[in-house]
C-alpha cells in the first residue's frame, strides 16, 4: 500500500487600515508597511501598490525563487536574474480578473552545461511548482531569455 507523503500548511497573515478614500496601509509583523490602495484605472493614485501590482509581483517573485530553489537543487547558482511581468485585467462576465501574466525573466548562468539545466527547469519544472501560479486561475506565459556570463 503506497504512503502519502505529510505536507505542513501554513497560515500567513497580514492587516490592512483604511487611510483615506481609496488608499490604506498593509502590514504584517515585523515586515515594513506597504501603502496600499485602488489602481489609477479606479480612481487611485499612482504611488499606490494595487491589488493587482501586488498579484502580478507575488507571481514574478515567486517564479524567481522557484526557479532559484531548483536551480539549486540541480547544483546550478544562476550569476544574475532579472525578471519583468504584466498582468492583464479583464472583464469577463462582469467580474473583473487577471486572465494573463507575461513573465519574462532574463538569467545569467556560469556554462553551457548549467545553461542547459536553467532551460529545462525554466521550460518544465518553474511554473508548475510556483504556489502562486497555482493558485491563480490565469494564464502565465513565461518568455525567458538565457545567456552564458561572457
Not at 43 to 65: I, K, Y
Not at 105 to 123: G, H, Y
Request: aromatic share 8%; glycine share 8%; hydrophobic share 35%.
Amino acid at each position: 500500500m503506497e504512503t502519502k507523503k505529510a505536507f505542513k500548511s501554513f497560515r500567513y497573515k497580514t492587516e490592512v487600515v483604511w487611510k483615506s478614500p481609496h488608499r490604506g496601509v498593509l502590514s504584517g509583523a515585523g515586515k515594513p508597511d506597504v501603502g496600499v490602495g485602488s489602481s489609477l484605472e479606479f480612481r487611485g493614485h499612482p504611488d499606490n501598490w494595487s491589488p493587482e501590482d501586488l498579484l502580478v509581483g507575488a507571481l514574478n517573485t515567486c517564479l524567481m525563487l522557484t526557479f532559484y530553489a531548483l536551480a539549486q537543487s540541480k547544483g546550478v547558482t544562476p550569476v544574475a536574474y532579472q525578471s519583468s511581468a504584466e498582468g492583464l485585467l479583464e472583464n469577463i462576465d462582469g467580474r473583473y480578473r487577471i486572465t494573463e501574466v507575461t513573465v519574462s525573466p532574463s538569467v545569467v548562468v556560469k556554462s553551457q552545461a548549467d545553461l542547459e539545466v536553467a532551460q529545462e527547469l525554466m521550460q518544465n519544472k518553474v511554473e508548475a511548482n510556483c504556489f502562486i501560479s497555482n493558485s491563480i486561475s490565469g494564464k502565465v506565459k513565461l518568455t525567458p531569455q538565457f545567456r552564458v556570463e561572457a
